[in-house]
């Protein structure tokens, strides 16, 4: 079971970016994903999670209008796309899913994670 994150990079403040979250051994489709990240010194934080049928999602106060998540069982994929992006959204950002249930925010419920991608956001 793997999960891969991607589409991170270097962007300047208000501008966007995509991440994608692939899996591989996982039935996605049953499966609750979500996005964590975590900046230098910080612990993990919750950004956004997407039920596994799609009917779902939630986010974090701090990116509520600016990001959106989206998923394609048909391809085993989750994308985060994030737009009006700040220096506080500098981060390794962390794919996880966990078999479908209880929409769950924190980390410790999430069986599967992604290596991380750095997003960095100079102003």
């Known amino acids: 079971v793997q999960l891969q994150a991607s589409g991170g990079g270097s962007v300047q403040a208000g501008g966007s970016l995509r991440l994608s979250c692939a899996s591989s051994?996982?039935?996605?489709?049953?499966?609750?994903v979500a996005w964590f990240r975590q900046a230098t010194g910080k612990g993990r934080e919750f950004v956004a999670l997407?039920?596994?049928?799609?009917?779902?999602?939630s986010y974090a106060e701090s990116v509520k209008g600016r990001f959106n998540i989206s998923r394609d069982n048909a391809k085993n994929s989750v994308s985060l796309q994030m737009t009006s992006l700040s220096v506080d959204d500098t981060a390794v950002y962390y794919c996880?899913?966990?078999?479908?249930?209880?929409?769950?925010?924190?980390?410790?419920?999430?069986?599967?994670w992604g290596q991380g991608t750095q997003v960095t956001v100079s102003s």
């Open positions: 997407i039920g596994w049928s799609s009917g779902y999602s």
């Open positions: 051994g996982l039935t996605f489709s049953s499966y609750d």
């Open positions: 996880a899913a966990r078999p479908r249930g209880i929409l769950q925010t924190t980390v410790e419920p999430y069986k599967y």
